[in-house]
């Protein structure tokens, strides 16, 4: 009983909040569900958020993150997409559309947001690691070494890095 009380609370609560601090509260909502790893639930909060203000990026990218992880790939690219329109100088952006751009086989493109996401933040060793596994995946052996020895040198497990490197080099097992 006390939850329905306090569900209907807050309801009344967000009804008073203006439209920006509204889409703050779904935002907020949206960033707990993703990380108790409820993406559905997440995906829903956030689309809430972006009908409120449909100009910020970083709801986007959240939003698209968590298609992500539900394996919505395209989805989740085309709200990557958004982002950078809406804010092209946010590098966790570039990075995530890398990443689910990757998961779909799409090296040559994986390689230029990756690429971006390190001209916006040039000490990124998971930017330059993921670079790393690409250029080796496209065969492209100098730059993978190149990226491998760069994310070392910010902290990156070699050994780690190695495994991955090897993982995407492995044929696909039926």
Sequence with gaps: MNSIVDAIKKLFRRDRLTSPERALAFYSEGVELAESGRSKQA?????????????????FHHRGAAFAEMGSLDAAVFDYDTAVRLNPSYPDTYLDRGNARHAMGEHAKAVRDYSEAIRLRPEWAEAYANRAVVHAQLGDEAA??????RAVALGVDSGKLSEMIEAALEPDQP
Excluded: Q
């Design 144 to 149: 993978s070494a190149d990226d491998a020895k």
């Design 43 to 59: 995906v829903e909060k956030f689309s809430a958020a972006i009908r409120l203000s449909p100009k910020t990026g970083k709801l």
